[in-house]
Nanobody, 124 residues
Framework: QVQLAESGGGLVQAGNSLTLSCAAS????????VGWFRQAPGKEREFVGT??????STKFADPVKGRFAISRNGNTVYLQMNSLKPEDTAVYSC???????????????????WGQGTQVTVSS
């Protein structure tokens, strides 16, 4: 069993940066593939990025590619968000699944464990 807790959300001006943390309790997070998702008001949850447990490689959705980065340190996975835009405003959630395969897990249904989410608001 893994429990996830996000932190680091807040209000930031467009163009600035913010780093979210996803802390895992229980088994070490580096044995899990971790994904980040976001949901804006009135919209469906969408994939942001993922870090693969097999080799720590990452994959991002097109809207954030080149601006966001994911890293892992022990039981915590970080989402570094740069050059933030108002359209990045959403509740960001991390999710985890015990998966060692070569495919990137980009669908929410691929994940078993979820955090409670943290609000990110980007003002123009």
């Amino acid at each position: 069993q893994v429990q996830l807790a996000e932190s680091g959300g807040g209000l930031v001006q467009a163009g600035n940066s913010l780093t979210l943390s996803c802390a895992a309790s229980g088994r070490a997070s580096n044995s899990y593939t971790v994904g980040w998702f976001r949901q804006a008001p009135g919209k469906e949850r969408e994939f942001v990025g993922t870090i693969r447990s097999a080799d720590e490689s990452t994959k991002f959705a097109d809207p954030v590619k080149g601006r966001f980065a994911i890293s892992r340190n022990g039981n915590t996975v970080y989402l570094q968000m740069n050059s933030l835009k108002p359209e990045d405003t959403a509740v960001y959630s991390c999710a985890a699944v015990r998966y060692y395969g070569a495919e990137y897990r980009i669908r929410s249904v691929d994940y078993v464990y979820w955090g409670q989410g943290t609000q990110v608001t980007v003002s123009s």
